[in-house]
């Protein structure tokens, strides 16, 4: 059974730093993307990063390019999302996604989503 679940969100100040992990069960990271999105309150939800099976290929919105890392992670089967120098607008609930056949800016080509990590910059 498929299963991905965030954590790692919390409050920060403007220019910290957070680590988002995406743990997932089910399917191999071997063979499939994961991306992470996220919905600010009152906005769409927008894709921010992804990754490919291989880690080869990676996308990143404009607004976090330089500043967010995506990573397949040391521990097995997780997908890190790096967020530093962040701002106030990247407040927001975050998502991870997947499996999905390549990495992929848009939510229809993900199945299966976790539940959401609150992230809040805010001084």
């Known amino acids: 059974q498929v299963h991905l679940a965030e954590s790692g969100g919390g409050l920060v100040q403007p220019g910290g730093s957070l680590r988002l992990s995406c743990a997932t069960s089910?399917?191999?990271?071997?063979?499939?993307?994961i991306g992470w999105f996220r919905q600010a309150p009152g906005k769409e939800r927008e894709g921010v990063s992804c990754i490919s099976s291989s880690g080869g290929t990676t996308y990143y919105a404009d607004s976090v390019k330089g500043r967010f890392t995506i990573s397949r992670g040391d521990v097995k089967n997780t997908v890190y999302l790096q967020m530093n120098s962040l701002k106030p607008e990247d407040t927001a609930v975050y998502y991870c996604?997947?499996?999905?056949?390549?990495?992929?800016?848009?939510?229809?080509?993900?199945?299966?989503w976790g539940r959401g990590t609150q992230v809040t910059v805010s001084s």
């Open positions: 089910g399917f191999s990271l071997d063979y499939y993307a």
């Open positions: 996604a997947g499996p999905a056949t390549f990495c992929s800016k848009y939510e229809d080509e993900y199945d299966y």
